[in-house]
Structures are given as C-alpha cells and as structure tokens.
C-alpha cells in the first residue's frame, strides 16, 4: 500500500478496510487478519493498525473478541457506508462542488458522465 502524506496512515489503513467491506472482500462477521498480521502486510508499525482498529471500532464496523480477534461486526457494511458517506461529503464534495464550479460544468452535464462512468465500472466487472 502506497501511504500519501495527506492523511494519517491510521486513517488510509481505516480507508483501505472499509474498501475491503464495501466491495464485499471481507463479509459480516468475518474474522480480520490480527494487528500483527495486517501490520507485516502493510509495513507499518503494529501500533498503526492498532490505532485503525481502535477507530473503526469506536464507529461500529468492527468488533474484537477477547483471545479470539477482530471481526466485521454484523452491521459493518452499513457503518462502513455511514462512514465513508460522510467522508465524501465533508472533505471531497466540496473540492468536487469547486470545480464543477470553475469549470462550467452543468448538474446536467455531470449527470450524463456519472452514468457514463457507471456503466463502465458495471462493466469491467
């Protein structure tokens, strides 16, 4: 994983988690690999993933098991969503707002290209 400066790498681990639930790569309930285990798969610091773990606990997408581990709790997927959700709209609509705006392009316009874009994501499926 390629870390940017932008954001603590706690929060891009919690990204990149949250990306694993919303495509479905990591199911409800699933056991997650342990702190040790993701941190010798990223390269980072044991603490790192401890921290991201901590975080997506305190938002309800994941749950710990004493002596057992981490699991996707039952509704992950939904406050995975919830999360990113507000993400998106506190820190990249804005930007997104702003150069629709400098740009000229119309809601038309930019309906016309999302469907476009679905479409071809549907498609490389």
């Given at each position: 994983?390629?870390?940017?400066?932008n954001?603590?790498?706690y929060?891009?681990?919690?990204?990149?988690?949250?990306?694993?639930?919303?495509?479905?790569?990591?199911?409800?309930?699933?056991?997650?690999?342990?702190?040790r285990?993701l941190?010798?798969?990223?390269?980072?610091?044991?603490?790192?993933?401890?921290?991201?773990?901590?975080?997506?606990r305190?938002?309800?997408?994941i749950?710990?098991?004493?002596?057992?581990?981490?699991?996707?709790?039952?509704n992950?997927?939904q406050?995975?969503?919830?999360?990113?959700?507000?993400?998106?709209?506190?820190?990249?609509l804005?930007?997104?707002a702003?150069?629709?705006?400098?740009l000229?392009?119309?809601p038309?316009?930019l309906?016309?290209?999302?469907?476009?874009?679905?479409?071809?994501?549907?498609?490389e499926?």
């Amino acid at each position: 994983m390629d870390f940017n400066s932008n954001q603590p790498i706690y929060l891009q681990i919690a990204d990149l988690i949250c990306e694993k639930i919303l495509l479905a790569v990591w199911q409800p309930e699933e056991k997650i690999p342990s702190v040790r285990e993701l941190a010798v798969q990223l390269s980072v610091n044991p603490n790192t993933v401890a921290r991201s773990y901590d975080f997506l606990r305190n938002q309800e997408i994941i749950t710990d098991k004493r002596g057992v581990g981490y699991f996707i709790s039952a509704n992950g997927m939904q406050q995975a969503k919830l999360y990113r959700r507000n993400l998106f709209i506190e820190q990249e609509l804005p930007l997104l707002a702003r150069t629709l705006h400098i740009l000229d392009i119309t809601p038309e316009e930019l309906d016309k290209l999302l469907i476009k874009y679905k479409r071809k994501m549907q498609y490389e499926k």
